[in-house]
């Protein structure tokens, strides 16, 4: 009788601790997410694991209680989802466009009836079209091209990288490494593009207002973003320390890595001007999906900032 008293409490603590354990839906081709990462394998004293996806997945799978994505992706989900909430910035990165000098380009005016590679609907595809405008050209001035990321040389057919050094494009705009990875493909050739005042990608943690307000996963969640602080400070005091797990988790040459990393902030913060920019970029987002613009006081309720103020307390 003992024994199966025993075997009843173990199955049941067993069953308690996997009912809590966190399930987080990252970009897993991402440098951005990799903070997530150090900080299960260091920090978090609970169960968690990190599955490929990104905000749609917590709409698709109701065993997901965190995802992590680039700002576009949170506005196109807030649209049809009222009860996705942003609650932490994870990274920020600043894009690059990368051109090719024999296509005739030494500057971004260059660019008008060009091909630019990038990935359609996305981050990318909106610093693109943000950062031309900034030089006069439109969106009907040049042609997108969609093509695909590369984590490590030599990438191969259908990869921006590729597209690029085998003419299919005449400039690539993108998150890292495939931008670098472009780079390195046309050698002395390539001319690089960049404006930080512009645009710099807000990849932000999210959840939904029911997994917050359950006390059991925001308990989690909180004690989640605590480890995260602290893998976000080693990111940004102590980079070299994790540099070769981060290479290794993406299958990535840790030379090309060291090289983007100074354009990748990771600061552990919800930054503060979260609202203006998604504000600003709702009006690209909405363009895009054939959906009105979203009000400024409805976005209000995108960003929750009191879960990552109660993982500040102690």
């Known amino acids: 009788m003992n024994k199966l008293f025993l075997v009843l409490g173990l199955a049941l603590i067993l ?10 839906a990252s970009a897993l081709n991402t440098i951005e997410y990799t903070p997530e990462l150090v900080a299960i ?3 978090y004293k609970g169960s968690a694991q990190i599955v490929n996806g990104g905000v749609a997945s917590l709409f698709s799978d109701s065993s997901i209680d965190l995802a992590s994505n680039a700002e576009t992706q949170a506005l196109r989900q807030y649209s049809s989802h009222k009860n996705l909430r942003i609650i932490y910035t994870v990274a920020e990165v600043f894009y690059r ?9 030494s500057s971004p005016k260059d660019l008008k009836g060009k091909k630019i590679g990038t990935i359609p609907s996305t981050s990318a595809a909106y610093f693109v079209q943000k950062y031309l405008a ?3 050209l439109k969106e009907s001035d040049y042609t997108v091209v969609p093509g695909s990321v590369c984590m490590s040389a030599p990438c191969g057919s259908g990869t921006l990288p ?7 494009v005449d400039a690539v705009g993108m998150w890292e490494p495939t931008g670098e990875l472009a780079s390195e493909a046309l050698g002395s050739d390539a001319v690089i593009f960049q404006n930080q005042s512009v645009y710099r990608e807000i990849f932000n943690l999210h959840s939904t207002a029911e997994k917050l307000s359950d ?4 308990q989690n969640i ?3 973003l605590r480890a995260l ?3 976000e400070k080693v990111f940004d005091s102590n980079p070299e320390s994790v540099w070769s797990r981060v290479a290794s988790a993406l299958s990535m040459n840790a030379t090309v890595l060291q090289s983007v990393w100074p354009i990748h902030s990771f600061k552990g913060t919800l930054v503060p001007d979260l609202l203006d920019v998604l504000v600003a970029e709702d009006q690209w987002v909405a363009k895009v999906d054939n959906r009105n613009a979203i009000s400024k006081a409805d976005l209000t309720n995108l960003i929750d900032s009191s879960v990552f103020n109660e993982s500040l307390s102690t």
């Open 222 to 224: 909180v004690a989640f």
């Open 41 to 43: 394998q260091d920090d």
């Open 134 to 136: 900034t030089v006069g």
């Open 15 to 24: 069953s308690n601790f996997l009912v809590s354990a966190l399930k987080i």
């Open 162 to 168: 590729y597209m690029l050094a085998h003419g299919s």
């Open 215 to 218: 006390p059991t996963t925001r």
């Open 97 to 105: 466009i990368v051109a090719n000098k024999k296509s005739g380009i």
């Open 229 to 231: 602080n602290q893998a």
